[in-house]
């Protein structure tokens, strides 16, 4: 029995391994793809911009018509790099879909769940609200907004290639919160983000369903976002946890 013992407790620790190994390799491709994503946005701005720049000098000139050529390859590129971005974000989800299955079923005495027939909805949830969440990839922290025009837009956690994050975390420096020269990590966060730009278009209120849970603490989005947004306007949060409406702070 012991012997058994030892080679039931051996068979599991090398199947554990395995699920490490793979997990390993797997989060090594998630952050792979998405430096590739963030290339690829990269690569898009900057060829929009090129086109720009192109079609305005080009404008009026006897080589106008030949520029044409240029400018369809120009749009030809940041075209295809939002396709690409497409494709890649699709196989991220197929890859957190994978590790979840496989992690799933690495677990002792994992039992495959029965299908559901419905989908659970917390107390007090509103359908759209369920419905915007389920759309959001779940490799990386997202948002769905929708302004009061009907308006709507997915956001993501992280930099952003135009330098957002950098002009709100400047903002926030401006206002005494954090030192000269930090760095606030929240000010690439969805929230803040979403905030950020009703403060700038001057939108009265909006609502913003997250996948992952509102973060809190000092120089959290719940602590920011006050300052973040403009005096009067007002941001309801749907978390999976809770719904929070955040009010703008007259920090003038």
């Known amino acids: 029995m012991r012997v058994c013992s030892r080679a039931r407790r051996s068979a599991a620790s090398e199947d554990l391994t395995t699920f490490a190994d793979v997990a390993a390799v797997l989060d090594q491709v998630v952050r792979k793809v998405e430096d590739s994503i963030a290339s690829l946005m990269q690569a898009s701005v900057l060829a929009g911009e090129c086109r720009s720049h192109f079609a305005e000098t080009m404008c009026g000139t006897a080589e106008e018509a030949e520029a044409d050529a240029a400018v369809a390859s120009f ?7 939002q396709a690409l971005i497409s494709e890649a974000k699709t196989a991220l989800e197929g890859v957190a879909r994978v590790r ?10 994992h039992t495959a769940p029965a299908p559901s027939t419905a989908e659970p909805m917390s107390p007090g949830e509103q359908p759209w609200v369920m419905r915007s969440r389920a759309q959001l990839p779940a490799y990386q ?10 308006h709507s837009d997915v956001v993501q956690s992280g930099r952003e290639p135009d330098g957002e994050h950098d002009r709100i975390n400047d903002h ?21 983000k979403v905030g950020w730009r009703m403060r700038l278009t001057g939108v009265s209120h909006a609502e913003l369903v997250v996948n992952n849970e509102l973060c809190n603490g000092a120089l959290s989005c719940a602590q920011l976002l006050p300052f973040v947004l403009g005096p009067g306007q007002t941001l309801t949060v749907h978390d ?6 955040f009010r703008g702070k007259d920090v003038r």
Do not use: C, N, W
């Open 75 to 81: 749009d030809a590129v940041s075209d295809g790099a």
């Open 100 to 109: 979840a299955s496989f992690e799933s079923v690495g677990k002792p005495g």
């Open 141 to 150: 922290t997202s948002g769905m907004y929708q302004d009061p025009d009907g």
């Open 172 to 192: 926030l420096v401006r206002l005494g919160i954090g030192r000269p020269g930090a760095s606030l990590e929240a000010s690439k966060h969805v929230e803040v």
């Open 240 to 245: 999976p946890v809770r719904s929070r409406v």
